[in-house]
């Protein structure tokens, strides 16, 4: 255990490492310039904006003086928000986006693992084939065409739910509707699958011959360990989610990290895209290996290495 | 051809599978001949601006007038096109990967298995956001000096990094594959007769992997389809005056608003795509029960 968790961290280091490294310097190399949106710009005022955000000198210069400060924890000031550090937008954008996304997951378990375990109850019944196409159909509809679709009925033709905009809860109802689904979907074909292969085993049999009811059989014993591969499932999805949350986000006119980074991509911004990338991939890298760990707690056949 | 005398008969059994795969045989025939028929020019703007569909304009006209049954066949070829290409960039890439690592075995294998541990861990859509923002420019210059300017360098950079984050599942499941059939006896006749490993990999193990390529092929297409889409959606894919059906999909979203609903500017777009992706997704299912050899009967 021990052994797995510092090997990954060793990983991670150096993989974070290139990630950053490889973002900074494309948007650095690549033509175009952080301030080449505003209108002519004197050459010596350019000079003078690119010597404050630390752009002046060689390529090879300002990469070394940002990963100076990156390893410090300063990803420094962002070119596109002026006057704003990067460390400052994160901190303000990254919450709107867990809460967001940690909604989602969390609606994407309750509507997935009970629609799965109904389905395997069921299994091939008419039942669980409709439950299998509809899980099908969440997971081939894109959010983007999803979420402006269930806008336009809730929000523009019934007036039940507002439009777009981030603050009251009624906002986050929609958005977090649309991130789930996908995931709700994909949770759901999963939880069939492990459930069908465990309710053959032999401690199910032995359950329902002491004369457990069915529902303490499915609930308490096989959902149990029908769980597992749940876990495994996780750091992937995580990982949708946050790609996901770019279109949402978007969509949905919400001050979250992904409109931050679309944002930053579009305009050029090395510190900002950097610190997003870099904060994405700790996320992940982080996240699967919680899921690793967990399944090494909980299932003691598992050995990881 | 083992793959294809499993094939038919299963489709002959499953009238749904049969249908979908129908459906996309007749997805693939309108986008390659449909924006021809409908008498219109997909980018020929008038005067009949926002039309709700009629006999003149089945899907209805856009914000220009431009009738929108030919830009949603117009949108499906493109997407079809990026989807077919990436997916054989991925699978070129994911086939070859997987087969020199299960086939060298060893160290090899377990360093090639890391690095795609490692890929498996970034957030490689965001990743091909940065590629596909920052090298269209060189890209625009090379296609040039090689004389392609016909082609938008935007396609060739999609087809490229898609094809890439694709790539992986495809590789796994190619390398466990080879593992097993490494040990079969037809492998050890073949090094016995002295034959070549390249002559082994390709003549040999490449056909007997053909039934699993098919199932990750058709799971690939519509999962390059959705990221295609996903970034023409955010305006980093596909360009005007070319369309696809993400960025068709974003214009009838830019295009609620509380006074009119234009409805089918998001319907028909959205709808075939989503109909197409249901219909790959479940054609791939289909064919994983019958032709992957890991899923137990």
Request: hydrophobic residues 55%; proline residues 5%; charged residues 15%.
């Amino acid at each position: 255990m021990t052994t797995l968790i510092t090997r990954r961290l060793l990983l991670a280091i150096p993989t974070l490492f290139i990630v950053v490294s490889l973002t900074f310097l494309l948007m650095r190399l690549a033509p175009g310039n952080p301030f080449s949106n505003e209108r002519k710009i004197p050459p010596e005022i350019l000079a003078e904006l690119e010597k404050q955000y630390n752009l002046n000198g060689s390529v090879s210069s300002q990469y070394f003086r940002y990963m100076g400060k990156v390893v410090r924890g300063d990803l420094s000031i962002s070119t596109q928000y002026r006057n704003r550090t990067v460390n400052d937008i994160l901190a303000q954008a990254l919450p709107v986006s867990m809460l967001l996304g940690g909604l989602a997951f969390l609606l994407a378990l309750f509507a997935g693992i009970p629609l799965g375990a109904f389905a395997a109850v069921r299994h091939n019944r008419a039942a669980d084939r409709v439950a299998m196409l509809v899980a099908l159909l969440g997971l081939s509809v894109p959010s983007f065409v999803l979420a402006p679709l269930l806008v336009m009925l809730f929000a523009v033709k019934w007036h039940w739910l507002p439009v777009a905009g981030w603050g009251s809860p009624d906002q986050i109802i929609l958005p977090a509707i649309c991130l789930a689904i996908p995931f709700a979907a994909a949770i759901a074909r999963l939880t069939r699958g492990s459930l069908l292969d465990v309710l053959k085993l032999d401690f199910i049999r032995t359950a329902r011959a002491k004369g457990l009811p069915e529902d303490a059989v499915l609930y308490r014993h096989a959902l149990k360990s029908a769980i597992l591969p749940l876990i495994s499932y996780c750091g992937p999805a995580l990982a949708g989610i946050l790609t996901g949350s770019l279109v949402i986000e978007t969509l949905f006119d919400i001050p979250g990290i992904g409109r931050f980074f679309v944002n930053s991509v579009l305009n050029r911004d090395p510190m900002m895209s950097a610190g997003v990338v870099l904060v994405f991939s700790a996320f992940l890298l982080f996240m699967n290996l919680v899921s690793d760990v967990l399944i090494c707690l909980l299932d003691r056949r598992v050995k990881i290495e | 051809m083992t793959t294809i005398r499993v094939l038919l008969p299963t489709l002959r059994r499953s009238p749904l599978l049969a249908i979908c795969a129908a459906f996309v045989i007749f997805v693939v025939l309108l986008a390659i001949v449909g924006a021809q028929c409908t008498g219109y020019g997909y980018a020929a703007i008038s005067d009949a601006s926002l039309q709700p569909p009629s006999v003149t304009h089945w899907f209805g006209t856009d914000l220009n007038g431009r009738d929108l049954l030919t830009r949603t066949l117009y949108g499906a070829r493109m997407s079809l096109l990026v989807a077919a290409l990436g997916t054989f960039v991925s699978l070129t890439v994911g086939v070859s990967y997987g087969m020199v690592s299960g086939y060298a075995g060893g160290r090899i294998d377990s360093l090639m298995m890391r690095v795609v541990e490692i890929l498996y861990s970034l957030p490689s859509l965001i990743l091909v956001i940065i590629l596909i923002a920052t090298l269209e420019n060189p890209v625009t210059l090379l296609l040039r000096q090689i004389g392609l300017i016909i082609v938008p360098p935007r396609i060739v950079l999609l087809v490229v990094f898609l094809g890439l984050t694709e790539w992986l599942t495809m590789a796994r499941i190619i390398r466990g594959q080879v593992l097993v059939l490494k040990e079969q006896a037809f492998v050890q006749a073949s090094e016995a007769l002295g034959q070549s490993h390249f002559r082994l990999l390709f003549r040999h193990l490449l056909p007997n992997l053909s039934g699993v390529i098919l199932v990750y092929l058709t799971l690939t297409i519509p999962a390059i389809m959705i990221d295609e889409a996903f970034l023409s959606f955010l305006g980093l894919g596909v360009q005007p005056p070319q369309a696809s059906w993400g960025t068709l999909i974003a214009d009838g979203a830019s295009s609620i608003n509380p006074i009119r609903l234009y409805w089918w500017l998001l319907v028909f777009p959205g709808g075939l795509m989503t109909l197409t992706l249901l219909a790959l997704n479940f054609l791939g299912d289909g064919l994983r029960d019958v032709l992957d050899p890991r899923v137990k009967k």
